[in-house]
């Protein structure tokens, strides 16, 4: 082992470090770059594409292709327009919204709760999303302004008629004046087919790729005549136009899901709750997340969605603090009945042990892909002291990713750019590409090859070198320990494969 000194705390990471390395290195983009970007929409570069591609195939190993109850669907993203009519999104989309200029932070104004602060000849309002919070804005405002009498507790929607919105404080950040007036949004894109832009002709890009799911629960059943408890699993874009972005990937208006919808019984759907959200934390922290990196956190029952009995985030802890990376819930039978209902086709499961038709209920995990991207990239990143070949000491930046995770598994690197030594390097690449994902890198010392590896996470690195040519060995150096190992090309692939694990 080559002793090393981290220089920050793994996991720990400036969010600027990482946004900067994804561009240097081909990770991320700004969409549209050269044309000033567009807001919130990013482009995955030729190593961005090739870790997102590992995280979709790394879930859907897991959900899909090891297991017997679970079997996958591509949806079109273009949905008959019901559909969101059906699933509440076409109304709960569009409620009035206020948002903070301060902290950008966004608020129904019927769920936020505000009071009158009367203190001396004057008063403020302040508010919070809920009776704590708002409590700890009156002692925060005690701190500024001694004693005060309290005034009624109103939703923000019911003072508005008595009071200027600039006179409140924000409910997240306490900045006064910084919220805006209420302003009816719906966050679904909208667009129309045919050629005639009308309203008949309106549809919607899916906001979530789980209605995809819903509406053909009957063609999966009945296809593939699977019993409950069985899922259905997708990953797909989905598109919300959301008016808070920001934190690079974490929040963007085009993305990636990777859902599984498991259909259970009835009176079964609080224990299946429960199997899911440890079976996708042990998903998160088996491929590398830190187990003091992501938490649970069930959400209190102001906060539950409309069609869901209970929910539990797995929440990472982002750079700039905890924040949700996947959510489970449970959605009773919220959305075949709704189904059901809008379409007039019972979307019922018939239950041969009872002799009944009974509608399944639903456990939902919904986890991001690109919130995935970053929480990898953000555990993995680590600065640290490392030796040189000289004998000197220099900062070597390493992405530490699961090797399912790295976009390229191993870096074919010849010693010299001449003939024969090409010839072999050549060869090696050829041999282990065919199994993995390898690049050749022949430009500058081997010094600054293997550092620019360790900065794209790649696991393994490969040594061709004169010696080579004679006894047809090369040289296998580990990313985390910088640990070098001879052998003989002929056991290259194997040896690989073990280290890899693939
Ligand atoms: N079908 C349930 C559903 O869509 P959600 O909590 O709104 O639930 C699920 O979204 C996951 O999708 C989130 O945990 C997050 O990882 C990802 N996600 C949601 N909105 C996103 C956005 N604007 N940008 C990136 N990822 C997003």
Redesign the pocket.
Known sequence: MILTTKVHQPGIVDMEKLVSLAKRRGFVFPSSEIYGGLG?TWDYGPLGVLMKNNIKAAWWRAMVQERDDVVGLDAAILMHPRVWEASGHVAGFADPLVDCKACKQRFRPDHVLVQELVFGGASAWVSGIDAESLRKAHQRRMTKTGTFSLGQELNLHEALSDVAIDQISCPACDTVGSLTEPRMFNLMFKTFVGPVEEEAARVYLR????QGIFVNFENVQTTTRKKLPFGIAQIGK?F?N?IT?GNF?????E???M?LEYFVKPGTDDEWFRIWVKARVDWWTGLGIRPESLRVRPHGKEEL?HYSKATS??EFRFAWGWA????V?NRTDFDLTQHAKHSGKGLSYFDEEKNESIVPYVI?P???????FLAFLTDAYVEEMAPTGEGKEELRVALQLHPAIAPVKAAVLPLSRKEPLVALAREVHASLRKHWSVQYDDAQSIGRRYRRQDEIGTPLCVTVDFQSLEDRQVTIRDRDTMKQVRMPIVELVPALRERLGF
């Open positions: 919130s906001p979530e790729t789980a989905a919300r959301e972005t990937v974490f929040r963007c208006r993305f990636e899901q859902e969605s985030d797995l949700e990376l996947e959510g819930a939902e919904s986890g991001g892909v690109d919130r995935g």
